[in-house]
Structures are given as structure tokens and as C-alpha cells.
């Protein structure tokens, strides 16, 4: 089963994951977590292409670029990993894309859906939890991070930017109300990891 985790940088996205692992793993689950875009070597490499600040990147050459480094990750790590029966949490996938070079950098949503199928090879999650938290409290929340360094090329897009992000997010949720659950992230942890894993539970 592929489950993946959502939301804009700083929404607590990495510590529900860690969170869902721990009781995944105590019931006797085997459980892969990868982090997008990464997971392969081609794909870290995409990856610090991406996110690094030294040079410009087109809107489309960023779509190509998450979308080659995900195809990559889908095949080499994804779907191997689904045929042995491991539950796979994903910190981010084919959503992002739709959400942040859909709607965040405005590329054409059919586009992106064509793009985003081509990369996923049709590997879709069985549920993807969205951690919705507004802009101001992610990045509340992340200056507290230590160790945390300047802000990547991703992060740098700006306020206006991310509302769209959002409001894509939540444009997916009334598309995909099945698969797409929207959880309010600016609670407690743990009050966000027992909704979390309250709706998972019956798919176990
Ligand atoms: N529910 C929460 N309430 C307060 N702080 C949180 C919560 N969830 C995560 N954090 C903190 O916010 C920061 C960002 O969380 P993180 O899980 O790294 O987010 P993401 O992976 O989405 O960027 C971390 O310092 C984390 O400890
Ligand atoms: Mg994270």
C-alpha cells in the first residue's frame, strides 16, 4: 500500500510520518519511506538540481525535472517494494506537482495531469493525508527548526505563491474526496497522528 504525506514546507508533514512508522512498524509491518524528490540516485541528484538557488529554472523544466526523478523513483523503488507487500510512506508525491507547478506555477492542469501520469506509470496512493496549515504558521514552525539553512530554491517563491499551492491542495480534495484526505495541521502532533491513523486503521 502507498500512502503519501502533503502539504506546504514546515506543515509538519516529515513528523507525522516518522509518527505513522513507529505504530506501523510496533504492529510487525514492514514500511519503506521515501522523500520526494529522492529515494534513487538519479533522483538526489534531480534533486539538488532543484532546490538549489545558483541557477534559474523554467516552470516547465521543473515539471519535467520532478517528474523524471519520480518515474525513476516509481520504478526502481516503488513498485518492487509494493510486490513484496511493504507498506510505502511517501513525504510527498504526484500531488505536489499538481499543487505547486499546477497551481502554484501555473502551468496547464492538463499538462500536468499527462505529465503526472506518465511519471507515476499509474502507481496512485491509496490515501494521501494533506496536513493543511496556513503560510504564517509553516513558517512560524520552521524557524524554530535548528540546523535548518537558508531557504531553497522551492522555498524562496513567496507568499502568494503558496496560497496558490494551497488552494490547489484543497482543489484535489473536492476532485479526489476518496483517496485525498484533508487534515487540519495546526494542532497538537498527536491529536493529528490519532486522525491520521484513526482512517487508516481500517485499510490495515
Ligand atoms: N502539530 C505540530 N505543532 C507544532 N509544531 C509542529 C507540529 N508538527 C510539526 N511541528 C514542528 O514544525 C517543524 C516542521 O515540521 P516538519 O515535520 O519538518 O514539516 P515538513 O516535513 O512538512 O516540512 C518542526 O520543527 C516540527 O517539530
Ligand atoms: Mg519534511
Redesign the pocket.
Known amino acids: 500500500m502507498l500512502i503519501s ?1 502533503e ?12 509518527m505513522l512508522r513507529e505504530v506501523l512498524e510496533d504492529r510487525g509491518l514492514t514500511v519503506v519511506v521515501i522523500r520526494e524528490p529522492g529515494a534513487t540516485l538519479l533522483s538526489e541528484s534531480i534533486r539538488e538540481i532543484l532546490l538549489s538557488t545558483k541557477q534559474t529554472i523554467t516552470p516547465t523544466a521543473e515539471l519535467l525535472l520532478f517528474s523524471a526523478a519520480r518515474t525513476q523513483l516509481v520504478e526502481k523503488v516503488i513498485e518492487p517494494a509494493l510486490n513484496e507487500g511493504s507498506i510505502i510512506l511517501c ?1 510527498r508525491y504526484v500531488d505536489s506537482t499538481t499543487a505547486y507547478q499546477g497551481f502554484g506555477r501555473k502551468l496547464d492542469l492538463d499538462s500536468v495531469r499527462l505529465c503526472n501520469r506518465i511519471a507515476t506509470r499509474g502507481v496512485m496512493p491509496t490515501v494521501t493525508f494533506f ?1 493543511d ?1 496556513a503560510y504564517e504558521q ?1 513558517q512560524q ?2 524557524q ?2 535548528l540546523g535548518v539553512g537558508e531557504p531553497d530554491r522551492m522555498e524562496r517563491s513567496g507568499r502568494d505563491f503558496f496560497e496558490r499551492v494551497r488552494y490547489g491542495y484543497l482543489q484535489i480534495a473536492v476532485d479526489e474526496p476518496e483517496r485525498f484526505m484533508v487534515i487540519d ?8 497522528h490519532s486522525d491520521i491513523f484513526s482512517t487508516l486503521e481500517p485499510l490495515l
Open positions: 504525506f502539504g506546504i514546507d514546515g506543515s509538519g508533514k516529515s513528523t507525522q510520518l516518522v513525504d496536513i496549515v509553516a514552525r520552521m524554530f527548526d495541521g495546526s494542532r497538537d502532533r498527536l491529536e493529528i
